[in-house]
């Protein structure tokens, strides 16, 4: 198969509108080739006039760790360009950034949920696109966790930079369909183009979203492998939280938390015992980590480990969202007064609890603290939201 980069260095009618325009390229260190060439040398070695480059959060060279850590302006060593960045001073580029090309080639990897804040790049950059008379082309690329749309709508008033607009969790979409519904949901008036990938099949084997004949880059320092890039529309949400996601070990992101005062075979057992059919599609597994840094830094903590790979995944069952939120009621279940959500400023949102931030609203917070809500509760509530997704995106796919 091909991703959309592949095809523009290999099509030469692709290329050809890019002739004596300036063009500029949004990415990160997974913008490569398959050849393992990133973007920005293979566009310009093809005799594109790269005139500038923009890297998202963590930034271009994918260097910085945590959220609210920030990326500076720099100018390529290399190439002599400016490099702007959407993380730092703006996060929505600048009348200033959009007069240094004529055409913004955006080929950022996703990981398919909504938080992971390239999506709300993505949709700046289409507004300020339009408003200055530009036009983007997303290079697009898979979605590693494939096609299934799972969790609830982020509400009206709730939207932020890990939540750009009324779209679930786990998104179910490519950054160029998503670009084709932002474009009709926000009635944005910019000339897109997507390059569309060839031989991409989301939710088929062998590979379901992630073809097996690709190497997986971290698309930020934490997305270290598909594992995580599945799980991730669940452990996500262990960011809003005092338990640790695992950051400060080799495995962040995978885990449904870690913590030194909580027993995760009991945990695991009343999991089991309230929603077995919500840890379906995965294998559970006892871990013991100490993290080197970030939450619970030096202390042994027990937690649970998701594999979501090999023999134990079943890509139509696995449902990480419904997962991660079983695990915190069965938390507060077993430890009423723990201290789960953690009050800190999130993503530049200092009002809100960042678990609300992040899930667009207040409703899975609420299901876990109510001691008599059921798993029946929040499958209702989010099996409409999902079926409503499903409707609205429909007309914007391009690989089903």
Not at 348 to 365: H, K, S, W
């Amino acid at each position: 198969m091909k991703f959309g980069i592949d095809r523009l260095i290999a099509e030469d009618e692709l290329r050809k509108p890019l002739q004596n325009q300036r063009v500029s390229l949004i990415a990160h260190p997974a913008s490569v080739t398959a050849s393992l060439d990133h973007s920005l040398d293979a566009l310009i070695d093809r005799g594109v006039n790269v005139t500038s480059a923009f890297g998202p959060q963590h930034g271009l060279k994918g260097d910085k760790q945590d959220n609210m850590v920030e990326t500076a302006d720099e100018t390529d060593p290399q190439y002599g360009i400016p490099v702007f960045s959407l993380y730092g001073e703006v996060r929505r580029p600048t009348g200033q950034m959009m007069s240094s090309a004529d055409i913004f080639l955006f080929d950022l990897q996703d990981l398919g949920c909504r938080i992971y804040t390239f999506v709300t790049t993505l949709l700046y950059m289409l507004e300020e696109a339009g408003r200055a008379g530009k036009s983007v082309w997303v290079l697009d690329r898979p979605n590693p966790a494939g096609g299934p749309v799972e969790g609830t709508l982020l509400l009206p008033g709730q939207e932020s930079f890990v939540g750009a607009g009324p779209m679930v969790m786990r998104h179910g979409l490519t950054m160029g369909e998503m670009a084709k519904w932002f474009v009709d949901h926000f009635k944005i008036d910019v000339d897109l183009k997507v390059i569309e990938m060839i031989g991409w099949k989301p939710g088929h084997p062998s590979g379901y979203g992630w073809p097996k004949d690709r190497v997986w880059i971290n698309p930020s320092p934490n997305a270290a492998n598909l594992n995580m890039a599945r799980a991730y529309a669940g452990t996500v949400m262990l960011e809003g939280t005092t338990l640790s996601e695992g950051r400060g070990t080799t495995r962040p992101l995978e885990v449904l938390f870690g913590a030194p005062d909580i027993d995760a075979k009991a945990v695991l057992a009343e999991m089991k015992r309230l929603a077995p059919v919500w840890l379906r599609g995965c294998a559970i597994r006892e871990c013991w980590f100490e993290p080197t840094f970030h939450k619970h830094a030096g202390k042994l903590c027990n937690g649970l480990m998701i594999h979501a790979e090999g023999p134990f995944y079943d890509h139509h069952a696995f449902q990480p969202w419904r997962l991660q939120a079983l695990a915190f009621k069965a938390i507060r279940r077993l430890y009423p007064d723990y201290p789960i959500w953690r009050d800190f400023p999130y993503e530049y949102e200092f009002d809100r609890l960042a678990i609300d931030v992040i899930n667009g609203g207040p409703a899975l917070r609420e299901w876990v603290d109510d001691s008599e809500s059921v798993p029946d509760d929040l499958n209702a509530l989010a099996s409409a939201d999902e079926q409503a997704w499903r409707q609205t995106i429909a007309p914007h796919l391009i690989y089903s």
